[in-house]
């Protein structure tokens, strides 16, 4: 297990609420570490874990504690006498099914249970738990993303030595503080130890399991919002009214709300919310359906000052080389020799005054 670091304040803020509260609803986005920060804090204290397993099982968090069916009348008093606990730590609290909610509640309320509440932002809460924060028993805690200084010291503690200072700041910025999107670019990501320091070179290896992290992270989507996706993917940062010409604005106005893109103030510009949520949405479309989305948002993508110098075909392949495809990868998209690719790089280089992939990518952002 990866070592646990930071979190001060907020293990402070959970402590107090459970001795002065029922308890604490801790909220973030998923990878944010809610999980791991509640079983840190709560350690040694004695406490029974549960986990919303989705609607579709009466008390189905509580399975493992609870032996027989239902007896009487009152399900929800025959399941809290046979369970004895003076804290309970609930996990996918969003995932909870109404019987399971409800004794939550009772535990509560008639047990004198403490509660430790995780789920995720933006998911909707069981009412009974929605009443208890509502009522000021449960305090609430927005978990944030990871600071870039314990970034560091996390990938320090998994390397097992001191880490490149431009490697921690790209890490940081690929994963902004998530926990979950971290450890698996340090499992699997290409590091090398070399003059006392571990570095990174910047490629992000999409694998199956940070696919699929990212794909749980954004959420089930229908065909509009996947076009909203899909066009700020290959185009952002994307103009707001060209976004909605595209894909109309009550799907971008649901993705907005879902949090899984942001709009700037001045200028309207719209990006996705995580810079890995683009790399992961590109692999959903294939060569036709992505050159089409290329050709629609291309010529309305905004960026550095410099990209207006260069041409329409530049600017493809610029936005195609920064997303780390080689130059046989974009031929193939663009119908053209790899030839011609490098060709075109070498002018794009020339003209940006830069040399690498990842300036690309910073310029086009």
């Known amino acids: 297990m990866v070592a646990f670091v930071g979190r001060t304040a907020e293990r402070t803020a959970i402590r107090d609420a459970l001795r002065d509260r029922t308890g604490i609803l801790v909220v973030g986005e998923p990878g944010a570490g809610k999980s791991r920060l509640l079983a840190e804090t709560v350690r040694g204290l004695g406490v029974v874990r549960v986990s919303g397993a989705g609607p579709e099982i009466a008390f189905g968090a509580f399975a493992h504690l609870l032996s027989g069916e239902p007896q009487g009348l009152n399900p929800v008093r025959w399941a809290a006498g ?31 249970v403490r509660l430790a509440v995780a789920a995720v932002s933006g998911a909707a809460l069981p009412g009974q738990l929605v009443e208890l924060w509502k009522e000021g028993r449960l305090a609430r805690l927005d978990l944030g993303p990871l600071s870039a200084s314990d970034s ?24 902004r503080g ?23 070179p910047g490629e992000i290896v999409l694998t199956e399991r940070l696919r699929l992290l990212v794909e749980a992270a954004i959420g089930e989507v229908d065909e509009q919002e996947r076009s909203v996706l899909e066009y700020v993917a290959f185009g952002e940062p994307l103009e707001l009214a060209t976004l909605i010409e595209l894909a109309g604005t009550d799907a971008v106005e649901r993705m907005e709300r879902r949090g899984l893109i942001s ?23 294939g060569p036709v359906r992505t050159r089409g989305h290329l050709a629609r948002v291309i010529p309305f993508s905004s960026g550095d000052q410099q990209i207006s110098e260069l041409s329409g075909r530049e600017k493809e392949i610029a936005r195609l080389a920064s997303w780390n495809l080689t130059n046989r ?7 053209v020799s790899p030839r011609t690719v490098g060709n075109h790089l070498c002018r794009i280089y020339s003209k940006l005054g830069v040399n690498h992939r990842l300036d690309l990518a910073r310029l086009l952002a």
């Open 82 to 112: 046979q369970i004895e606990v003076e804290a309970l730590v609930v996990d996918d609290a969003h995932l909870l099914d109404p019987h399971s909610a409800a004794l939550v509640r009772h535990l509560a309320e008639h047990h004198g």
């Open 152 to 175: 560091a010291r996390l990938l320090s503690l998994a390397l097992g030595g001191q880490v490149e200072g431009l490697t921690s700041r790209r890490l940081w910025h690929a994963t």
């Open 178 to 200: 998530n926990v979950r999107f971290l450890v698996e670019l340090v499992t699997s990501g290409p590091f090398a130890y070399s003059g006392g320091l571990w570095r990174w």
């Open 263 to 285: 709009v700037g103030d001045q200028p309207l510009r719209v990006q996705l919310a995580h810079p890995l949520y683009a790399q992961v949405i590109r692999t959903w479309t």
């Open 329 to 335: 990868e974009i031929a193939d998209l663009l119908t």
